[in-house]
Structure formats: C-alpha cells, structure tokens
C-alpha cells in the first residue's frame, strides 16, 4: 500500500510507467525512481486574529538527492494534499534533470487558502511551516521557492525564520525572494518569460508568424499574466484569459494594460467585462493560435483535447494534460504541436537555480544577464528535446521526459546501492 494515492500522482505513475517501458526501465528500478526518498506532513498550529487556534497540515516531499539538494516551490491550496505535492515533486525531478540542473525534485505547501485569511494570519502560518521544516531542508539539502498561492513575501518570511534558527543571514535557503532580500532580478517573470520565449521558438519551428496571431491564457495569475505580456510584446493577439474567479473571450483581443490594471486593484479578473464572460471549461476550446494551460493540473483531458482548436499547446502549468488526453495529442502531432509542461515552464526553476548560485557567491547579475542566460538555457534544452523527438519518432513529452528519466536513472546507477 502507497502513501501516495490520489489522481495527481497516478498520472504521474502512468506517466512514468510509459517512460519506463520506452527506454527499457527493469522492473526491478521503476520504484526506486520513482518513489520519493522522504515524505514529510507536520502540523502548522496558527493563533488567528479572533484569538482562536487552528491547525493547518503542511507537507514537504523530496523526491531524490542523487544529483544534488532537492529544489521545488511551496503550494498554499485549500485541498492540497500529500498524492499531489508527491507528483509534483516527481516532475520537478524530471524537469531539473532535463535542465540539467544539479538538482533533485521537492515540492511542498500547506491545505490552506491564502485568500482566505488576513496577511497577519498568512504570515503565521508561513512561518510555522518553515519552523516544522527546518530539520530537513537547507541550502544543500533541500532549496523551497514559490508556486500556486505563494510569493516573494512568503519567501521573505521562510528566510528570515530559517535565518533566525540559524543565528545568520541564510539567503539561499529559498528563491523567488524580494530582490533587496537577496532574490534575483528576473526571478519574477522567468516561467511567463520562458513560456514566451518556447511559443516563439514553436512558431519558428512550425513555420507560424507571430503577427496576428491570437493566444489563449487560462489562468491568469503571475505565469499566466507574465506569458500574455511577453507573448503580446511579439505581436501576438491575447483573445482569452481566465482565472479562478472569471474567464473572459473577445476575438478582438484584450487591451492588457487595463486587464493588468484590474487585476492590480482586485487581485482577480473578476468584474473586468460584463460582455466578454465565457464559460471557463468552454475557453479552452476556442479557436486561437496558442493555447496557455497556466493554471492547475488535468484541464485538457479526455473528454475536451478533441475539441482544441489550437496550434501550439504551450504547457505553463504542471500536469495540465491527463494521459488519456495525452494518446490523443500524440496520434495527432502533425495538428497541435505540444510544448511539454517540464520544458515550457522550466524557466522558473532555472532563474531559481540562478539566484541560488548567486547567493552562494554573493555575486549578482543583472535582469539582462539573467534572461540572456535563460534563453540560452531554455533553446538548448528544446533543441535537444526536439531532437530526440525526431530520431526516435516520438511526440515531445515522451522525448522530454525519457532525457529527464534516463539522466536520474544513469546518475543512481552511477552511484549504486547503499549500503
């Protein structure tokens, strides 16, 4: 019997499986690779404003330490748990290997809904967490950083707690940091930046002109907002977003200064437009040139990826496609061309390993600096993607994920067996 049940982690297991069976895993390997080295679910007590206690359950897995310290970003979800933060954790390995980054996978976060309490309540519950986590991460075991429902200031306060222990100033026990907390420049906008800069490189790829062509955003919050923006600056046309509160559709497309605006002041798109609502699962399905999943996991899914209208998938979100979905995608390469979840939004776990290596120096680089050396990154990456793709007729997730697997594998057994 698994710790690890739920539907999040059996795609990753039906992922992995097939991978498995490409590249000739013996059953004797697959659980080491994939099952996490160590799982950890404390409880986070927080005293609320009205003076009343409550417990949050908090998680942390790591996925494996073969190639270095494990690196992933910390959800704040009101339904996360211990299945999901465990698949995420798993493709995050995959992704840092990919990358070749000397990284293993973690992911981490806490059931609890950051829109739903007080700053002063968040904050309690952050520092809590760190506090329960303290004894198994650190800048070489273990590197947190943001993800859904967290931010720069949440990693502020996950540094200054673990820095507090610590008697010092750790800065890189975490990324996606404040810049003038040690943080890098570029951090911010690299997995909406790298999400941009793929859709291009997909574009030349396929011989498509960025000039008026449309996008499709669903899931509007820093990734999301971040790719439109990019993806605008090119000359492409955003005709649909969405996020947890509204989706909105105008063939027209949409002026993203005063989306951005709206957003600023009420933190959701909600009350944007009274002409342009749309019913989320059906934005999905409208025509465009690119469509964005940015959002959370399982929204292209059997019952909807024959409707895509869409030439370029560009994955900004992790695990938005089921596999059932997936066998779909694959019969049908020559229609939509899929940019990989653990490609097409990598670059945010690269400028954190940037900023890691400039908190250990205490040296730091420009934002030019930093996007230049992301895209060198990101186009190595593809290219190779796109390689394996072709040499062995196969789409570009199963490329994707066989370099990422073949890499972790190679290292473990490179390693062997302790003791």
């Known amino acids: 019997m698994s710790l690890y049940t739920g539907p999040v982690f059996e795609m990753a297991r039906t992922q992995f499986n097939g991978i498995a069976d490409y590249i000739g895993i013996h059953d004797d390997e697959r659980d080491r690779l994939l099952l996490p080295k160590r799982a950890i679910a404390v409880s986070c007590p927080v005293r609320m404003d009205d003076g009343s206690v409550r417990v949050f359950q908090g998680y942390r897995v790591q996925h494996h330490l073969t190639l270095g310290p494990t690196k992933g970003g910390t959800r704040y979800s009101a339904d996360l748990d211990l299945g999901e933060v465990a698949a995420l954790a798993v493709w995050m390995s995959w992704k840092c290997a990919l990358a070749d980054l000397p990284y293993g996978g973690a992911k981490g976060g806490v059931a609890v809904d950051p829109n739903g309490i007080s700053k002063r309540e968040l904050e309690g519950v952050s520092r809590r967490y760190m506090q329960e986590m303290i004894p198994f991460v650190g800048p070489h075991t273990d590197v947190m950083a943001p993800d859904m429902g967290t931010n720069e200031q949440v990693m502020a306060w996950f540094m200054d707690t673990y820095s507090m222990y610590q008697g010092r100033t750790v800065t890189e026990i975490v990324t996606g940091k404040p810049v003038a907390s040690g943080g890098t420049e570029g951090r911010r906008e690299a997995t909406g930046r790298g999400v941009a800069f793929l859709v291009a490189r997909a574009m030349q790829t396929i011989g498509m002109t960025a000039s008026g062509a449309t996008a499709i955003v669903q899931g509007y919050g820093n990734v999301g907002a971040i790719a439109a923006h990019e993806m605008s600056l090119q000359g492409i046309r955003i005709i649909g977003v969405s996020d947890h509160t509204a989706a909105f559709y105008d063939p027209k497309g949409f002026d993203l200064a005063k989306l951005n605006a709206h957003v600023a002041e009420k933190g959701f798109l909600r009350g944007y437009s009274t002409q342009s609502n749309i019913d989320p699962a059906a934005l999905l399905i409208q025509k465009c040139d690119v469509l964005v ?127």
């Open 293 to 419: 999943p940015a959002a959370i996991e399982r929204v292209i899914n059997g019952a909807n990826v024959g409707q895509l209208k869409c030439r370029i998938l560009a994955e900004g979100a992790n695990g938005p496609t089921t596999p059932e979905a997936d066998k779909f995608l694959d019969q049908h390469r020559d229609a939509i061309f899929v940019i990989p979840d653990i490609l097409c939004n990598s670059g945010g776990v690269i400028v954190s390993y940037f900023e890691w290596v400039q908190d250990l120096q205490q040296f730091f680089w420009s934002e030019s600096e930093v996007t230049d050396k992301l895209k060198t990154l990101l186009n190595r990456t593809y290219n190779k993607v796109l390689a394996r793709a072709e040499r062995d007729k196969v789409s570009n997730r199963t490329a994707a994920m066989a370099i990422g697997v073949e890499k972790v594998r190679d290292a473990k057994r490179r390693r062997g067996l302790f003791p």
